[in-house]
């Protein structure tokens, strides 16, 4: 059983409420959404297809217990489940990046989903899936802690459109919303500002790895 990989590579994890620590990551390959803001449109390349378990004996090398799975758009690839529930199985702390698009409902439940919202700067907002919105209010309290969403916003428009969605959903009362920035598009203190008049119960975030390495820099 066989997946197609951008890279695998050990790095600082640089967002979501693991920020800061050593991580390994595997990046899958493929994606097609478009994203304006993507920073990984190398993912779209074809990747090298790798066995599952070559990949696991890679992560063992690495020696992180935190691993991410991420793209592209990981859940593109049916495979990636027995990938997920095999890393589990070694004990690893195992999260999965996704664009938001695909639904989550089949997910091992031992993984860690974080989950993006898109904002109308990206220019795919319509295609957030919903479901993974009710299955985060839906969590049982044995996977609570299990869902996390991101937001990152380029504008005043995209913070507004933000607000609203997390006032109407109530989802910053299930699990965490981090929220960031595009970077160099739009100043963190501007952002941090408008979450503090709104007092929105959310996470500010930056990406730690852009400010440690050139923003261009791929896995090191």
């Not at 803001?37 to 378990?53: N, Q, S, V």
Request: net charge negative; charged share 25%.
């Amino acid at each position: 059983m066989t997946l197609r990989i951008s890279e695998i590579f050990h790095s600082i994890q640089g967002e979501s409420s693991f920020a800061g620590w050593p991580c390994a990551f595997i990046r899958l390959s493929g994606c097609g959404h478009g994203c304006r803001f993507c920073d990984t449109a190398y993912a779209e390349l074809p990747g090298t297809d790798m066995e599952i378990d070559t990949i696991i004996d890679m992560i063992a090398k690495i020696g992180s217990p935190l691993v991410e799975i991420t793209g592209g758009e990981p859940l593109l690839q049916p495979e990636v489940h027995p990938l997920m529930e095999k890393l589990c199985n070694t004990g690893a702390n195992v999260l999965l990046e996704t664009g938001g698009f695909l639904s989550v409902a089949n997910v091992d439940p031992r993984v860690h989903r974080i989950i993006d919202l898109k904002t109308p700067s990206s220019g795919v907002c319509k295609e957030n899936n919903p479901e993974n919105i009710l299955l985060a209010l839906r969590q049982k309290s044995s996977t609570q802690g299990m869902f996390e969403f991101k937001i990152v916003v380029a504008d005043r428009e995209d913070y507004l459109w933000a607000r609203k969605l997390l006032q109407e959903t109530r989802i910053m009362d299930a699990c965490t919303v981090m929220m960031g920035v595009i970077f160099e598009e739009l100043e963190p203190e501007k952002l941090a500002r408008w979450i503090l008049d709104d007092r929105l119960n959310v996470r500010i975030q930056l990406q730690l790895h852009k400010y440690i390495w050139p923003p261009d820099m791929r896995g090191v």
